[in-house]
Structures are given as C-alpha cells and as structure tokens.
C-alpha cells in the first residue's frame, strides 16, 4: 500500500471522519505515520514486508542517513506532531487513544534522536547491523520470487560505497567498544556476503552478483580498516548520561516508572528474590545447588538439537494446558543468530515473520558457541544455559514467550494500527510478556514444579533485575566494570562468559535492559487486578493482552476495563 506524502499534515488532519458510537476515526493517519516512518528505513520496511512507498521500490534500497534525508525526517515529525495534538483526543475510541499516545511517544523518542542524541554520529553499529539485515532479510524471507529477491539484493550491494561514504562522513567519534563490536559485526556481514548469499544466488544473476559482491566487500574491508586506523583515534563515552537518560526513559518504557523509583524497587526484588532461593535451597545451600544444576548441560554439538526438543515440549504443555489459544506453529525454525547481529545478541533472540506477511518463517536465533573457543569459556557458556536453563530461553524466545505474543500481534486489525503497534511496540509490554509466560508456565507445572526448574527461573529472575540495575548505574552514576561485574557474578550468581557478555550489552545500547523489570511487574500487577474481577478466566486474559498487540501495559489495562469500547474478542 502507499501512502502520498504530505506537506501540511495539519491542514488535513482535522477533517477527520465520525464512526460508531460518534467518535472520530483514526486509521487514516495511524497509517500514514506508521507507513511514512517505513519508508525512512527500506532495510526495516523490507524486514516488516512493506515494499513500496510513493513510487519507490524500497527492497533495492539501503538506508539514507545523509544530513538531509534525516533533516526530512525531522521536518516530517515536526509537522506531523503540529497536526496530530491537534485532533480531540476524548473525541476517539479508547483503541484510537492508545494509538494516538503511541504515535506522539514515538514522535518524542525520534526527534530525542535525531536532534540531542544523534547516535549516527557516534555509533558505527548502526551502519553495520543495517547493512546485515539489507541483505539478510531477502535472503532469508521467501516473499517473492527468488530471482526477484536476489536481483534487489544486487541493487543494495551496488549502493555500498555510497552507503559507506555517508557512514564516514557522519561518524565523528566513537566509544572504542562500540568500534570494535562493529568491526567484528562486520566481518559477518563480509562472511554472509561471500558465502551462503553467494551459494544461493541463482545462475542467471551469479556474474552481476560477482561483480557487485566484489566492490561491496572491498568496501566493508576497507571501512573496517578507517573504523580500527581513524575513528579510533577519536574515542568517546558509551555511557548515555543522566540528562539524556531521563528524557529516554519515560518514552521507552511509557508506563510512569522513573529512574531512582524503577532502581530502589529492583534493588528490594533482588533481596526478596535470594531470600527465596535460599528457602528453595534449604541444607544444600544456593551456591551449591547451582552449582549441581550447572553441571546438567548439553554438550556444545547437541545444544541446538536440545533447544529444539525444548521447543517441541513447551509447545506441547501451552498446547496440553490450553494456557492461552493457539495456532499453527510450523513457521517457527531455530536457527543460528546472523554473524552480524551476534555483537548484542551474544547468546539468543527471536526474529519474528513480518507484520505484512505474517505466513512467512518467525525465527528462534541461537548464537552457537564458536569453535575457537577455549573448553573454560565452552563450559561457562554451557553452565549458564544448562539443561533448566536453555528450556527457559526457549520459553522466553519463542514458546510461549516472542514468538506467541508475535504471531498473535501480526493478526491486529486494522492494518494500520497492525503496523503502528508492531514496529513501535512497547518494550516493556514485549520483554515482560516473556518474562510473565516462563513465570505461567512453571505456576502451571512445567517439568512438575522441578524445584531445580524453578532455582534456575529465580536465577534468571536475579539477572532480569541485575540487568535494570546495570543500566540505570552504568548510564547515569558511573558504576565501573568491577562493581558490575561483581553484582552478576556474586550478587546475581552469573557465570563468568554471561556477565562478560551481559556488560558489552550494556555498553552497546540504553534503556533496554530495564524493560524486562518493568515489563514483568506492571503484567503481574495487572494479571493481579484483573483476577479480582467478576468472570475472570486466566486464558481469556492471556488472549486479550497478547490480541491487542504491544501497548504500554497501562494501556492495555485500560482497554481491558473499557471491552464495549473497542477491546479485541477473545476465546471463551
């Protein structure tokens, strides 16, 4: 579908049309915003299934981050903000609100961006991981033709050098680890390049492929060698500050926590969570019985094997159980992380199918242990991700965690608001849920209340919390390398490979970490109330919250209090 662009967004936006029950209607300019915002990014539209936008084939492109196509962005959300507060907003449905506050948070996070942080400047992982998914998205998606998916990627791999000129032209300095995480990020990208695009590249297009591979790779070598020679010579902080965390946070996590409140409560959780472990642990002793649990691992060669058994038990239990509806699951695989992506997801993560084309294969990313690694460094990893403890990340990624609450959020309607609440979905709502449906699940009996099962979920639990904490203490109160590390090893009961991990990812991003936390809370607290009222059944709960897509929590409640105003129908 396209949308044209508008100059005067607010000249039309107050021409808007009544619907039932006299409210005004706002799918018209949900969708203009969430397509508009699209096609800023063709490597994101691409991966949501979005292809075309006024005229513009956006699978053959890469994204723009010359000054003035984001000087377009700016004027585009500017004017589009002037408009929008513009329409009464007690003159919408309770669904249209949510959207409406949705769509001004993201106005607010954007313009943060692009006019006081400016991580394009900063952060050549931006370049890297956007170029990855440029060419990963049609290699991997089956949403057309294969020639016709190939032949776009031919286009994008032609764009490089301009691509690239841009990518030096913006980035004036850089946190060193963020330096080398692109650096080694992008030797992923040469890697896919050189060798499964090019093995699955078909006969007819393999010279043109050749040719334009060749000036791409040449390319990715040479921005690798000014990013280790040049950018390096000019370092700056990682850490996002107090200022720019505080204007950050309400808008990421949209749900009233604050900074100092989110982090005093995560600091009392961590106490309640280790008094209970110790209650579970009894005579043996927590450290112990970690310790016992840790020992039951897979070996490195069966370890996707055992999260795909994982993946088949969990879906039998959820299925067993009736916890929640249920469909068809075959286009979830369990695959390994793209190379490109594994600097922040260093152990797994979850890929779903594309909100436009939502029949197509939803991923289960794995990042497999590399083979070079030393058998200490193999045994931690394996220690963290034990028996108990891979079934868990299964859960929380896929079954009944991401990949449900995906699949469920791809089937919104409109496809507008479909769209909105899928690529600006709240991260509280999305990281909670998983966190919430490994808790379900155990409630329900998963592996018969193992109480090692249960330890290892409290374990996560501990570093669920220890991740808010890192945040809010290593962005704005310059906690240092040693006092985290000691809070996930001795305090959070981490294994070494997990916190060394754990704190490059906190390095790499911000804000994202405490959504977790949050998340969990918020839907327990909600799960709470609702259960107090008259008629609750905890599966038709589960199937409004997920069918309403991801909202802030808050506002998910409120649509659950207001169902004749517009909450999604669920399963009786």
Known sequence: MTFPRRALVCALLLTLPACKRGYYNLESHTSEFAYTVLSFSPVMANAAGFHRFAGDFLDEML????ESALNKQRKFYHDFDHGFRKIPRERISPQDQADYDLILDQIKLSLLELEVIKSYKHNPTIYVESLGNAFFTPYSLTYSREDLRFYSIIRRLE????????AKRNLVDSPEIWNRVAREENLGNIALIDGPIRTACPKKLRDAYDKAAKVAIDELKSFNTWLETDLSQRTSDW??????????FPLVLANGDTPQGLLADAEAELVRVRAEMAKIAGKEGVKPMLNRIAQAHPSREAYFETAAKDLAETTQFVRDRQSLTLRDTSNLKVIETPEFMRGIYSVGGFNPAPVLHPELRASYW????????PADRVESKLREYNTQGLALLTIHEAMPGHYVQSEVANLVEPRGRRVLRNIFGNGPAIEGWAVYATQMLLEQGYRNHSPELQMTFLKQQLRMIANT???IRLHTMNMTDEQAMKLMLEDTYQEQEEATGKLQRAKLSSVQLPTYFAGWRAIVKMRDRQSKLPGFNLRKFHDDVLGMGALPVPAIERLLNA???GAPPSSK
């Open 63 to 66: 994204d723009d981050f010359s």
């Open 159 to 166: 764009t490089v050098p301009k691509f690239m000129v841009v």
């Open 239 to 248: 850490r996002l500050g107090a200022e720019h965390y505080a204007k950050k």
């Open 366 to 373: 794995l990042t497999p242990i590399p083979a070079n690694w």
């Open 469 to 471: 904490i890192l945040d």
């Open 563 to 565: 169902p004749a105003a």
